[in-house]
């Protein structure tokens, strides 16, 4: 993380995808920072100090991921989400919650892997580049020292033949390739929830089961990306890889645990409550700070910052295990989204779905564009319709902007090189029957 990102700084770069929820923003943006102060300070000092583990507390579709996911890719953090209720499933009870741990793990390698690929990228496309001359235009066999070298034709039909691969004139030419193929066939350890034993499985298939080599045609285009990514695996050193791995999760990773009102416990020491306060004691372990075991090795969890989610409509933050509230000092409340704030919403962010739909059109060369009225039409729409059924935050804009576009979007492929403007009219036309009649909008709104 830059000295740079700023508490401001990430606040400012979230509005540009996030409309609203301020105190969020910004509590997240203070945990984030602290980690950064943390590792300024002596090391003595620096292992005493505690992540600022955050509950988020609102309605859905109101931001609570996308605050927590945009912050990730941010600060180029190792970021998982999880449903804290998937551990109360039936032969799960939160005997596997350690599993959260090893995906990080393996999100943060497969992050430091691709960062050193592209590092060598330039000296792994030449070798490809090469490889694959050698499939098109075999080189002839090594001569002994008294025979006379290649005849310069060859040489200069190379010359030519490297010049068409670069300017992608072969790319859709077909060649034979040898690729090699690893199965590990150990899921079903992990739909049994013995996620340790599945890692354990996993390292000794790839000790004991040597790749399978095969051979495919794959146009040259395929070849070209399939020598590339084998090259490059070839110049990185993974023993670093999965070092700078295991440090970044532990001391950058990022865990999202969505639903932890559904594990609340509401005072009954029988039925699901029992399975519930379970899943919360073996969640305390991981939160607080414990040592888990991964295929890349020991991970100290102790750094992470986990942030917690919850409509709590049914619980309160009060019904978790007091040792559990106290691992998440930081509690933040998010607003529900009205008219107001979905007209943002469609409008504002670099990525309003007003955006992807003109973005979208245009692929099949037809201008579609949203007046100012037309948004807050939709908006209002959205809003009234969410009043009187199931309130699903902003996730309504999605499913009335698809029903808006649907018939343009059936004829698009036949309307190339139209336009057409959205107006408040068009919107009226288009969904005032299925707004007034309330059971219908119940179903396809």
């Known amino acids: 993380m830059s000295h740079e990102l700023t508490p401001r700084h990430i606040v400012s770069e979230l509005d540009k995808y996030i409309v609203g929820q301020e105190d969020a923003k910004k509590s997240v943006a203070i945990a984030v920072r602290n980690r950064w102060r943390r590792l300024q300070l002596p090391e003595e000092l620096r292992e005493e100090v505690a992540p600022r583990n955050i509950i988020m507390m609102g309605p859905t579709g109101v931001g609570k991921t996308e605050i927590a996911r945009r912050l990730a890719q941010l600060v180029r953090a190792p970021f998982i989400k999880v449903e804290a209720s998937k551990y109360t499933e039936v032969g799960y009870y939160g005997r596997d919650v350690e599993g959260m741990i090893r995906e990080l793990v393996d999100v943060a390698v497969a992050m430091v892997k691709k960062s050193e690929m592209e590092k060598v990228n330039a000296r792994a496309e030449e070798l490809a580049r090469q490889r694959l001359l050698d499939v098109l235009m075999p080189r002839p066999a090594p001569v002994a020292q008294d025979e006379q070298a290649a005849p310069p034709e060859d040489t200069a039909t190379r010359e030519k033949l490297a010049e068409l691969l670069d300017a992608g004139r072969l790319d859709s030419r077909e060649v034979e390739l040898t690729v090699s193929e690893q199965a590990v066939p150990t899921h079903i350890f ?256």
């Open 190 to 445: 992990a739909s049994m929830g013995m996620g340790e034993m599945e890692s354990d499985m996993r390292d000794f298939f790839e000790k004991m089961v040597p790749p399978k080599s095969r051979r495919r045609k794959v146009t040259v285009a395929q070849a070209r990306e399939i020598l590339r990514s084998e090259e490059a695996e070839g110049l990185i050193d993974n023993e670093k890889v999965v070092a700078e791995a295991l440090d970044l999760a532990q001391n950058s990773g990022i865990i999202f645990v969505d639903e932890i009102d559904k594990i609340a416990s509401t005072g009954s020491r029988h039925g699901p409550d029992v399975s519930r306060q379970g899943v919360q004691r073996d969640l305390l372990p991981i939160v607080e700070g414990s040592t888990v075991n991964t295929r890349h090795g020991m991970v100290r969890t102790d750094h992470m910052l986990f942030i917690a989610s919850g409509a709590f409509n049914m619980a309160r933050p009060a019904d978790l295990i007091p040792e559990l509230q106290g691992r998440f000092p930081i509690r933040v409340e998010l607003s529900s989204l009205g008219e107001e704030d979905f007209y943002r919403i469609l409008r504002e962010p670099k990525n309003a779905l007003r955006r992807q739909y003109e973005a979208l059109m245009a692929t099949e060369s037809v201008i579609i564009s949203f007046t100012d009225e037309a948004l807050r039409e939709v908006a209002k729409i959205a809003a009234s319709v969410n009043s009187r059924s199931q309130n699903i935050g902003a996730r309504r804009l999605l499913t009335v902007m698809e029903k808006l576009t649907e018939e343009v979007s059936f004829h698009a492929p036949d309307m190339a090189g139209q336009e057409l403007e959205v107006t408040p009219e068009y919107v009226r036309e288009r969904l005032s029957k299925i707004v007034e009649d309330e059971d219908l909008s119940r179903y396809i709104l």
